[in-house]
């Protein structure tokens, strides 16, 4: 369960504060693949960055499985994530200096967890990288770099799996097979997704769909 009860969220220009999502509250239950639509600037990545706690609230709460989130301390929002959420970015955010299996490692390491080798090599063979596990971030394609990135996300069996245009610096095809591939690997481990794009069809595929529209959250037909 995700929910927002009054979040507004504002930043400064200058002596004025620009709003990105005002006064919104919304529940959503576990419930598969859902979709986050919207204009650019509309305020997509902002909610994601505030349901992971990257970012906080101007004012309001956020709740993740009845877990208050906003006035967390930094360490217990690390563990919060580690637990809890796992996070697909646009540009991979892998770490340079760590092999495929070591960006995986990552997240076990902050909580950790037993045989954390073991699943590490089993969610990246889930994903098709074997025999790339000591391969640099710099030896892999786009699409294998996107696959450590859901590995990686995957890895710590969250409830929650935030994607931020996952696809975005794919090439098409590319960009297909890793979607196939994350909803595929959701479906088998039983997570939701919560899915930002400015795709439509890809939006469609999903099995809900909320816009980001006058700095509110509402749900499509």
């Given at each position: 369960?995700?929910?927002?009860?009054?979040v507004?969220?504002?930043?400064?220009?200058g002596s004025?504060?620009?709003p990105?999502?005002?006064?919104v509250?919304?529940?959503?239950?576990?419930?598969?693949?859902?979709a986050?639509v919207?204009?650019?600037?509309?305020?997509?990545?902002?909610?994601?960055?505030?349901?992971?706690g990257?970012?906080?609230?101007?004012?309001?709460?956020?709740?993740?499985?009845n877990?208050?989130?906003?006035?967390?301390?930094?360490?217990?929002?690390?563990?919060?994530?580690?637990?809890?959420?796992?996070i697909?970015?646009?540009?991979?955010?892998?770490?340079?200096?760590f092999?495929?299996?070591?960006?995986?490692?990552?997240?076990?390491?902050?909580l950790?967890g037993?045989?954390a080798?073991?699943?590490?090599?089993?969610?990246?063979?889930l994903v098709?990288l074997?025999?790339r596990?000591?391969?640099?971030?710099s030896?892999?394609s786009?699409?294998?770099k996107?696959r450590?990135?859901?590995?990686?996300?995957?890895?710590?069996?969250p409830?929650?799996?935030?994607?931020?245009?996952?696809?975005g610096?794919l090439?098409p095809?590319t960009?297909d097979v890793?979607?196939e591939?994350?909803?595929?690997t959701a479906k088998?481990?039983?997570q939701?997704?919560?899915?930002?794009?400015?795709?439509?069809?890809?939006?469609?595929?999903?099995?809900?769909?909320?816009?980001?529209?006058?700095?509110?959250?509402?749900?499509?037909a």
């Amino acid at each position: 369960m995700i929910e927002f009860n009054n979040v507004t969220k504002s930043f400064k220009q200058g002596s004025r504060d620009i709003p990105v999502l005002s006064d919104v509250s919304f529940k959503l239950k576990e419930s598969g693949i859902v979709a986050i639509v919207g204009k650019s600037g509309s305020g997509k990545s902002t909610f994601l960055s505030l349901l992971s706690g990257l970012d906080g609230p101007t004012s309001g709460d956020i709740l993740v499985d009845n877990q208050k989130i906003t006035g967390l301390s930094e360490k217990e929002l690390t563990i919060f994530r580690a637990k809890k959420i796992g996070i697909v970015f646009q540009n991979f955010h892998l770490i340079d200096h760590f092999t495929a299996l070591e960006n995986v490692l990552l997240p076990l390491e902050i909580l950790e967890g037993e045989n954390a080798m073991e699943r590490a090599k089993d969610i990246l063979n889930l994903v098709g990288l074997e025999g790339r596990f000591d391969h640099f971030p710099s030896q892999l394609s786009g699409g294998e770099k996107q696959r450590v990135a859901i590995a990686r996300a995957y890895v710590t069996n969250p409830h929650f799996i935030l994607a931020d245009e996952p696809s975005g610096n794919l090439d098409p095809e590319t960009g297909d097979v890793v979607m196939e591939l994350l909803f595929k690997t959701a479906k088998e481990l039983k997570q939701t997704v919560i899915l930002v794009t400015h795709d439509h069809e890809l939006a469609a595929k999903c099995d809900e769909c909320y816009e980001i529209k006058n700095h509110k959250i509402v749900k499509r037909a």
